[in-house]
């Protein structure tokens, strides 16, 4: 059956505010997962692996900490940027420092020390708003960027100045350094990106998430009925920096294995996640997942048709593609504001009444 | 007769009244140079309908916002359950009990109605983040049970068949109704409404008064109200406050407020020499 329930047969509160309401949607995901876990592993190369399927789950974690910050508590950020580096250098410390400690540890770890770097930076959203929180968040991404890269203490002192991450393994199976094998590395951030998921999930529908999502849509109203904006603000801050900063150390350690500030974590990577949840839809979990997908599927789709097909010049594909990443922000900011997430959930709509639907 | 006694009076229509709930002792706020508010004092007594009302800039609006805690007054007292409040945040008043609609609505375009109604309830929402996080044990079983409570709300204000719309797509009348669902979820003591029926057709107002007159029968609420239609106030409320130009210019039950010259002239205009 492809889709099903058109009327309200619930008879419980708890099933009703279930995640996947609709019995294909539950089967939908199950089975998604069982593939994930259990068939990917299996049939993942290298190639695969690179160039989509890790960094698409490491985007997806990132997306989901910008998701909780700006699209449920409605506070505008250019600093993923920043924070993600604070993850990954507060990862490469632990690493480096306590190399007996397993790596999910540190990752971890990585993630609560840019949570509370992200509040101290999300204190100026008391103050300001909108455009100008954002400004104040871009403040962030530049001075940390440059932090790291001024205080030698950051990169252990090495004359590069640049920070690699040391072999590291779980379970037996390499996940950091250059034995790594595809699979150990597919797994590791599946298992983090899927744990992260369901706690999002749970967060933003429940209290926290209301209150987030109060404060977004008319902060005046949440304070007279009860929000603190303070905490609030500042918990949406800690746990979206917690999610940026375990996706900065999983990019640093897993993915590229050696980073330059600058070149990996710059300003480029904070719009880059910005237009992934704009374009996958703002407050929306799904959207976090399908704006990831979008952004590291396009290049490697237009990579492999216009070059590899078309035979066009690498250069003018490159720039076809920013073309193409730029109109569609309009598109989508223009036509359907909640992104891809929101076109989801109106032909679901229609699927619901499908075939009958009068 | 409507003041004096400290134990409070029987209306017209033999509901009980009883003490003071909410005291404001001589108010006084001001913007700058502008005196919003001058000098003004009265009470709100458990149990009764509480109408403030006086021409457009009276300073009605000003002296809700002065009891939920927006603007601190530069001199006065506001006294609540028989305790002098000192200046407090919005959130604060909010968990002492205090709820409010407003004038132009301010509601959570983004979420569904049920959802609106919820957040009417994060005050008496104590499950802790982790709880909320693993959505296991307190967090879920919290949920039930505010979900029950908010059901009845939905019951009560007639809004069922549209629990899962997004408020952004309802027509004003009904965003009005699920303003007070989401302030009555809070089970405040006193509820504050600036303006309830701005804006209605005389159906939703009849509505409207219908629910403002339930909600203090069925849950003995304390209401105080702002309202511009004449009529209605009349007939809702128990005592008035009349206003104009930031001073109290009658106090009493409709019938004496009616009849009251300065309230008439204020009302009508009079020739200024």
């Known amino acids: 059956m492809l889709y099903r329930e058109a009327g309200d047969f619930k008879t419980t509160y708890a099933a009703d505010s279930q995640t996947f309401p609709i019995r294909f949607d539950r089967f939908a995901y199950w089975s998604l997962l069982v593939v994930a876990f259990l068939v990917v592993p299996f049939v993942i190369n290298d190639y695969w692996a690179n160039a989509v399927f890790v960094p698409f789950l490491i985007y997806a974690i990132a997306a989901l900490g910008l998701n909780i910050l700006t699209g449920y508590c409605g506070q505008v950020s250019l600093g993923t940027g920043g924070f993600m580096a604070v993850g990954a250098y507060a990862c490469y410390k632990l690493m480096t420092a306590f190399p007996e400690v397993s790596i999910l540890i540190h990752v971890l770890l990585a993630g609560g020390v840019t949570a509370a770097v992200g509040v101290v930076f999300g204190l100026p959203s008391l103050r300001i708003k909108g455009f100008y929180l954002a400004v104040a968040t871009l403040a962030a991404q530049f001075f940390l960027v440059w932090l790291f890269n001024k205080v030698p203490w950051f990169y252990n002192y090495s004359a590069s100045g640049q920070i690699s991450a040391p072999e590291r393994s779980v379970l037996g199976h390499a996940v950091t350094g250059a034995q790594t094998t595809a699979p150990a590395k597919y797994l590791f951030c599946l298992a983090i990106l899927f744990a992260l998921a369901w706690l999002a999930r749970n967060l933003t529908r429940g209290t926290v998430g209301r209150k987030w999502m109060a404060i977004r849509d008319m902060d005046i109203a949440a304070e007279i009925i009860g929000v603190n904006p303070l905490t609030t603000k500042l918990s949406a801050f800690a746990i979206s920096s917690f999610y940026i900063g375990v996706a900065g150390a999983l990019f640093f350690s897993v993915y590229l294995g050696a980073v330059e500030v600058g070149e990996a974590f710059g300003i480029q990577k904070s719009f880059l996640i910005l237009f992934m949840i704009i374009i996958g839809g703002l407050g929306s979990i799904f959207g976090s997942f399908a704006g990831a997908a979008f952004m590291v599927l396009l290049p490697v789709f237009l990579k492999n048709v216009l070059v590899g097909h078309l035979g066009w010049a690498t250069d003018l594909a490159a720039h076809v593609e920013l073309m193409i990443v730029g109109a569609l922000i309009v598109i989508f900011l223009i036509a359907e504001p909640h992104g891809m997430a929101q076109l989801w959930r109106l032909a679901k709509e229609k699927l619901r009444l499908w075939p009958f639907p009068h | ?273």
């Open chain 2, 1 to 273: 007769m409507s003041d004096g006694t400290p134990q409070g009076y029987t209306t017209e229509d033999g509901r009980r009244i009883g003490g003071v709930l909410m005291e404001m002792k001589n108010i006084t706020l001001r913007f700058g140079g502008v005196k919003a508010i001058t000098d003004i004092s009265f009470d709100i007594r458990e149990g009764e309908i509480r109408a403030i009302i006086g021409p457009n800039g009276a300073g009605k609006s000003s002296m809700l916002n002065v009891i939920s805690g927006f603007y601190v007054p530069q001199e006065g007292e506001v006294w609540f359950r028989g305790r002098r409040r000192g200046p407090m945040k919005p959130y604060q008043v909010a968990r002492l009990g205090i709820a409010r609609t407003f004038q132009n609505i301010a509601l959570f375009d983004g979420m569904s109605v049920l959802d609106n109604i919820m957040t009417g309830r994060l005050t008496m929402m104590k499950s802790g983040l982790l709880s909320q996080a693993m959505w296991w044990g307190g967090a879920q079983r919290e949920e039930t049970l505010h979900r029950e409570k908010v059901e009845k709300i939905v019951d009560f204000l007639e809004i069922q068949n549209i629990r899962k719309t997004p408020v952004g797509r309802l027509p004003y009348g009904l965003k009005k109704r699920v303003e007070l669902a989401r302030a009555l979820a809070a089970e405040p003591r006193l509820l504050l409404l600036d303006e309830p029926m701005a804006g209605m057709n005389v159906e939703e107002k009849e509505d409207m008064s219908r629910f403002i007159l339930d909600v203090n029968d069925e849950f003995g609420t304390t209401i105080a109200l702002i309202e511009h239609d004449m009529g209605v106030v009349m007939d809702l409320s128990d005592r008035v406050v009349v206003m104009d130009y930031g001073k109290k210019i009658g106090d009493g039950t409709p019938d004496e407020v009616r009849n009251n010259q300065e309230v008439i002239d204020a009302y009508l205009g009079v020739a200024h020499d």
